[in-house]
């Protein structure tokens, strides 16, 4: 009997098309609609066999089951992207057109050999995303950001601003978050860094995490949340919700794009400025991208200490410049040296984290602003991971190093309740 890789690939995905369209005649939707999700699979799926059964195709007793498999997940689920969704090794998937898939594992790219149907059959499933978050795609709104129900992040953009077809990205964001423990476990972080930013966190400081794309903002940010005390109102605002706080006492807000009329946006400044009415103990801002930065700084110096939010930039000094080129898009008219005093006033901490050329993610240094001398905003690193190199199985070689560099936050830290151990700070070496 001929096996799938005889059975031509346009041949397969036409019986599938064919038994998708027989199923979905004979469903009643409705009534699938008000059944339990699980019972309600059981008997698509009991369904779908006996069909898959009844047609004479050359496929075996296995690929019967894998066809029956895709075709529920065409019905209830995301079709193709369903395998690699259930997947945990799997941290980004990347579907550059309908026949072209990849996927991010171990910070290493590699192709996957699924394919879509045609750009259509990624359309649907595009359109399926987007509108289970109230988001729309369409030629006059081309471009959409919004997420799975597990978090996980997804853009798309179709044409004409997609020249070879409809592209979509999505960032995965595991049902269950990374933890600190597994960041030790990773060798991300070390004990004393972990040790210092969870009191920073509990000492109510304000804290920017920055990092280039993928180099595990979010992932840091998520941890460090889980040290908020469980007794304070946390307020999140996000463009798209992603954020997994385990907290019970947690509002969330998430951006809203326009119509199709091109009104009805709601921007993140508006919803930060709305915050402050909401009587939080902290804000957390999934990522300042614009003239909001200038609202959380205002936040952060008003009594709302202890927030967190995150800034795309590849060094500590580039995430402060950041700050404030987006605090000037709010077209204020602050002086330039008014603004980096704002900034050096508001932020604490520093934690820069980078995703390396092997793929793993470290944060690389936790720095303190320490005041402003002249124009210029000072810095100083806490601790710091030194690249040594590359060694012969293409693994970057280095070691965290505590400078031995005392905070000046630590008194205001211990005044607070959260007393540091006295040789935290010593200059040592850790590989």
Not at 8 to 27: C, F, G, T
Not at 169 to 180: K, L, Y
């Amino acid at each position: 009997m001929p096996n799938l890789q005889t059975f031509e690939r346009s041949e397969y995905q036409q019986v599938k098309a064919d038994l998708h369209r027989k199923i979905l005649d004979r469903l009643d939707l409705e009534k699938l609609g008000r059944t339990n999700s699980e019972t309600a699979r059981e008997e698509v799926l009991i369904l779908i066999r006996t069909s898959v059964n009844s047609e004479a195709v050359p496929l075996s007793f296995a690929e019967r089951e894998r066809l029956a498999r895709e075709i529920l997940d065409e019905i209830f689920g995301l079709g193709p992207l369903e395998p690699l969704l259930k997947d945990p090794s799997i941290s980004d998937i990347l579907v550059n057109r309908f026949d072209r898939v990849y996927i991010e594992r171990s910070g290493k790219l590699e192709p996957t050999g699924l394919s879509f149907k045609d750009n259509g059959h990624l359309m649907q499933i595009i359109d399926r995303i987007v509108s289970r978050v109230g988001r729309r795609i369409d030629e006059s709104s081309p471009m959409v950001d919004a997420r799975l129900a597990d978090g996980s992040r997804v853009n798309a953009i179709i044409p004409p601003l997609a020249i070879d077809g409809a592209c979509l990205s999505i960032r995965r964001f595991g049902r269950d978050p990374i933890t600190a423990r597994q960041m030790l476990e990773n060798k991300s972080l070390t004990e004393p860094m972990l040790e210092l930013l969870t009191a920073v966190v509990k000492g109510r400081l304000n804290i920017l995490i920055s990092g280039g794309t993928g180099a595990g903002k979010t992932t840091v940010l998520n941890v460090l949340s889980g040290y908020i005390p469980h007794n304070e109102r946390i307020v999140t605002i996000e463009d798209a919700a992603e954020l997994q706080l385990k907290q019970e006492h947690v509002v969330r807000l998430e951006t809203r794009p326009p119509n199709i009329e091109g009104k009805g946006a709601v921007r993140q400044r508006q919803l930060v400025i709305n915050s402050l009415r909401m009587r939080p103990d902290r804000i957390v801002v999934g990522e300042v991208r614009g003239e909001e930065a200038f609202d959380m700084l205002q936040a952060m110096n008003t009594g709302h200490e202890g927030s967190l939010t995150t800034v795309h930039a590849n060094s500590q000094r580039d995430a402060l410049a950041r700050i404030e080129n987006m605090v000037s898009m709010a077209n204020l008219n602050i002086p330039e040296r008014a603004i980096r005093h704002q900034i050096s006033s508001a932020i604490h901490a520093v934690v820069q984290v980078a995703r390396l050329s092997d793929g793993t993610r470290k944060v690389i240094t936790v720095s303190e602003i320490t005041g402003m001398e002249s124009d210029i905003i000072t810095m100083q690193d806490i601790f710091v991971f030194d690249r040594l190199g590359i060694d012969e199985s293409g693994k970057v070689r280095g070691m965290f190093r505590a400078t031995g560099v005392r905070p000046k936050f630590a008194e205001r830290l211990a005044t607070g309740g959260c007393r540091l151990r006295p040789g935290l700070f010593e200059s040592r070496v850790e590989v």
